[in-house]
């Protein structure tokens, strides 16, 4: 069974930071893009964080550039998300998702195709 499983949420003030790891289960995930993406209740899933298999090459949402940072992870530790000077907005659940080996990494929710549950991030002013 392949599943990925997000870890390092909770409640925050605003200013603080987290961080924010995916873990991989029945495989590994080093040859696979990765992405981070985000939910609010009642609005669709938004883009976050993506990365190269490589680790090359990064993407970020305007809303987080400059203040997030995305890194390849180790073995089954396969990506973090690095989130600083983190502001009530950036409340929602985080999801970690892997995109098919050796694809380009991507901003598209539709182009991934392994997802964790998510994991809440609760960001107070």
């Known amino acids: 069974q392949v599943q990925l499983a997000e870890s390092g949420g909770g409640l925050v003030q605003a200013g603080g930071s987290l961080r924010l790891s995916c873990a991989a289960s029945g495989r590994t995930f080093g040859t696979n893009p990765m992405g981070w993406f985000r939910q609010t209740p009642g609005k669709e899933r938004e883009f976050v964080a993506a990365i190269s298999w490589g680790g090359g090459t990064t993407y970020y949402a305007d809303s987080v550039k400059g203040r997030f940072t995305i890194s390849r992870g180790k073995g089954e530790n396969t990506a973090n998300l690095q989130m600083n000077s983190l502001k009530p907005e950036d409340t929602a659940v985080y999801y970690c998702?892997?995109?098919?080996?050796?694809?380009?990494?991507?901003?598209?929710?539709?182009?991934?195709?392994?997802w964790g549950q998510g994991t809440q991030v609760t960001v107070s002013s």
């Open positions: 998702a892997a995109r098919l080996a050796y694809a380009a990494p991507s901003t598209g929710v539709d182009d991934y195709r392994y």
